[in-house]
């Protein structure tokens, strides 16, 4: 599934479920490739197109190509833009308006556009995941990170994009005091890695056209955790429980957290719910939604560097125990973090090369850090 969608592939064979898997992803970067992005309108305004892509990629039934580049000179159709500020990668968009910055919905555009300029752009995402005790020790944390490209580039040119010069792959080396140390990583087949050992530059030539993940690294340890929570819950009566929720931020205080809630399932016999926010909380909302027996917490704008609480009182129709008790939670965190490497790699440069000495393509990066899975458990 993507952005919502399913992507469905039948078969007479025993296929391998890996091969197909494999298909049905090369076929939602051939689609985002030439309509510029990914939704339910953009396929229903440009089915034609898309189904030019499919009828070009496979011939009765069998994969021919998937490439982008080798598929581009036999795509005739054009692609209907559609707006995508209703994204959710919209929220970069509300970074400050200035001459070197472009918002993040600058990318969704089709490889095939008359409106496409020579650019590229760099995204460094990063997905965390963390599981907390209810004393708020961390039991378990993961980093996946990728370095995605999306290219407008015309002619044959030559890339090099630096990273952290301090960078090491594998914890079973020594490596020197403060070093940026990645569990594992994988590069994509165009990369050459004649340089990365020594200078950790990572060479691309031929650039593929449109969508291709440069990289993928992993981290399980040593990263910066942008948020940290505690959870109590205490039986004020028969009938009657109370959680407190505190959350910070750890993240710098030039930084914010956007799109941040947090969600608490409470036992089903829960029958009325009241909820408390700090004393000066501001852009927070709070729900209860009596069909999932949730509360929902949203924060529009989570600065680095504060802490807020939730107080919430639950009543129910039965009386507390052990198993209503194990009912409660746990508590789950949503946010993303514009501009943030939890991981703190960077990009140091990104050169473009080409015989012209007139050739001078645009070149936007941007940092993103989701969550993945951020749970907090209650005792």
């Known amino acids: 599934m993507r952005m919502n969608l399913y992507f469905v592939c039948t078969t007479k064979f025993n296929s391998s479920p890996s ?5 049905l ?48 000179p036999f795509i005739h159709n054009e692609a209907v833009i559609v707006e995508t500020a209703s994204l959710p990668s919209a929220l970069l968009s509300k970074l400050p308006a200035e001459k070197k910055t472009q918002p993040s919905t600058a990318a969704n555009k089709p490889v095939i556009s008359m409106t496409a300029k020579n650019e590229i752009f760099v995204d460094l995402l990063e997905r965390i995941s963390v599981l907390f005790g209810d004393n708020g020790e961390v039991l378990h944390s993961e980093l996946d990170g990728s370095i995605q490209m999306k290219s407008f580039l015309s002619g044959n040119p030559e890339l090099r994009l630096g990273l952290n010069e301090d960078l090491a792959v594998g914890r079973g080396d ?68 109370e959680i407190l929720i505190k959350v910070r931020a750890e993240i710098p205080e030039e930084r914010y957290a956007g799109n941040v809630q947090l969600r608490l399932p409470l036992p089903p016999c829960t029958t009325g719910v009241l909820m408390e926010l700090s004393p000066g909380a501001t852009d927070q909302e709070r729900e209860y939604r009596e069909s999932d027996k949730t509360v929902f917490w949203t924060i529009k704008r989570f600065n680095g560097g504060h802490e807020w609480q939730m107080l919430v009182k639950a009543s129910l129709d039965s009386p507390v125990s052990p198993f209503v008790r194990k009912q409660v ?5 949503d946010f993303e973090i514009p501009m943030y490497s939890c991981s703190n790699i960077n990009v140091r440069f990104l050169h473009i090369t080409e015989s012209s000495k007139t050739y001078n393509p645009n070149r936007w990066v941007r940092c993103l850090t989701q969550a993945n899975s951020y749970e907090c458990r209650l005792g």
């Open 19 to 23: 091969f197909l898997l494999e298909l």
């Open 25 to 72: 992803t090369r076929l939602t970067k051939l689609i985002r490739d030439f309509c510029g992005t990914l939704s339910e309108e953009i396929v229903r305004r440009n089915f034609t197109l898309i189904y030019e892509i499919l009828n070009e990629a496979m011939d009765f039934g069998y994969v021919q190509n998937t490439s982008t580049n080798l598929l581009r």
């Open 174 to 241: 020594q490596h020197s005091p403060g070093a940026l140390v990645l569990d594992d990583c994988n590069f994509h087949q165009c990369v050459r890695l004649d340089e990365f050992d020594a200078n950790r530059v990572i060479v691309i030539n031929p650039i593929p056209i449109g969508e291709f993940t440069v990289m993928n690294y992993r981290v399980m340890q040593d990263f910066r955790i942008p948020f940290r929570f505690i959870a109590y819950i205490d039986e004020v009566a028969s009938h009657k429980l």
């Open 329 to 333: 939670g746990p508590v789950s965190l």
